[in-house]
């Protein structure tokens, strides 16, 4: 019998760390401390920089939520959806500034990596 080289489980926790470290936490803390290059972001996106403020605090309590226990499932899946709604309307928001697609398709793709993590979790 041949050994998988990941298990479900060891997938899950990778594509879910992927999202809860790399846009949660990173992202959120960037979006809360707001350096010049997300205030150039914003300005380019026509948003305030106070809705990034929020984006990002609720950015860093999702990706607490991502990791907590079975017992805390609705929780989770509010954060499940919460990312979901951030992946949409960022390559929206790209899309009709009319950036080039790398930057409508890259949340994209961490919507389809969000995907993958919540069809793992179901299945354990």
């Known amino acids: 019998m041949r050994e998988k080289l990941?298990?479900?489980?060891?997938l899950y926790?990778?594509?879910?760390?992927?999202?809860a470290?790399?846009?949660?936490?990173?992202?959120?803390?960037v979006d809360t401390i707001?350096?010049?290059?997300?205030?150039?972001?914003?300005?380019?996106?026509r948003?305030?920089?106070?809705?990034?403020?929020?984006?990002?605090?609720?950015?860093i309590l999702g990706a607490i939520a991502l990791f907590l226990p079975n017992r805390f499932d609705?929780?989770?899946?509010?954060?499940?959806?919460?990312?979901?709604?951030?992946?949409?309307?960022?390559?929206f928001s790209h899309f009709s500034v009319g950036d080039p697609i790398s930057k409508i398709v890259t949340p994209l793709v961490f919507l389809l990596i969000l995907a993958l993590s919540y069809s793992l979790k179901n299945r354990l």
């Open 34 to 45: 707001q350096p010049q290059g997300l205030v150039d972001t914003a300005t380019h996106l």
């Open 13 to 19: 926790y990778i594509l879910t760390a992927i999202v």
């Open 21 to 29: 470290i790399g846009v949660g936490l990173i992202g959120g803390i």
């Open 6 to 10: 990941f298990s479900k489980k060891a």
């Open 74 to 91: 609705v929780a989770r899946n509010i954060a499940y959806l919460g990312f979901t709604f951030d992946f949409i309307f960022a390559s």
């Open 47 to 59: 948003y305030p920089l106070y809705f990034f403020t929020l984006l990002g605090v609720f950015k």
